[in-house]
């Protein structure tokens, strides 16, 4: 006889249902059944009362996929045009408010900016937030009150902790170019902290056809970091190109913003400026429909991750 019988149970607690299926199993592998026991809750009440020939198998029911999603097309984004500023904002900023778009997670900002020739953005202050610029054409000088000034450029990474407060001022250093960047606000896990500034360059870290990370919580991680359980990473991708990715934490959410091109992830079509989260996931896929290039922002979902 080579007869396979499966029995699927919640898990092996007290219960007269559990007991049954134990001593029907026994029962049943000495009669030279194939048995197995599917579990969706490791519990092992039970266990050692299951013969040694039953193979059980459990799983956790959190472990099952129940992807859940928000799609946010560029056009939906809010904008402000002030002459010499031209803003797109994904989630709620200045005169922009939408209550059902003010942040994903602790990911707070996301705002696409072009800055006229020779201007920018006064010293102004910011306190408990983490602050990443992702320059895409152009060069931005960046000057704040502690000490820095320094230039960044598409292929460049800035972080800057603002902690117990700091002051900066950020301007187009060309007279002839528009400078074009990525403002980037995330709520910190920790308040309070000493102000920090980093910047890096990405290009000998950069991959063709995958992503490679630019941003961790981790110091001795590749890219700069942050005070939060936060991973970016970039893609540069050729027409046709796959990849997929594996969320770092449970609890995280991706926020994926299309800087070029278009592209799916988990059959989602996207396109330029186009942006897509999704959680409640241990991972997902992407293709590539034509040449592009895609950040994706890894985040804790939950606001109480916020520092406090």
Known sequence: MNKKIVFFLYDLSLGGAEKVVVRLSNYLVNKGYQIEILLVNKNNVFIDEIDQRIKVTSFNLKKIDTMKSVLHKAATRGHADHGWLNSHHTFSFAGYHDPERTHFGVLRVLNDDQVAPGRGFGTHPHDNMEIISIPLEGDLEHKDSMGNTTTIKEGDVQVMSAGTGVQHSEYNKNSDQEVKFLQIWVFPNKRNVEPRYDQISIREIEKKNAFYQVLSPSSEDEGVWIHQDAWFHLGKFEEGKTDSYQIKKEGNGVYAFVLEGE??????????????????????????????????????????????
């Open 263 to 308: 592209v799916e992830i988990n059959g989602q079509k996207l396109e330029k400026r186009d942006g897509f989260g999704i959680w409640d996931t241990n991972s997902f896929d992407f293709k590539s429909n034509t040449d592009s290039r895609v950040l994706l922002m890894e985040v804790p979902m939950s606001l109480d991750k916020i520092g406090r």
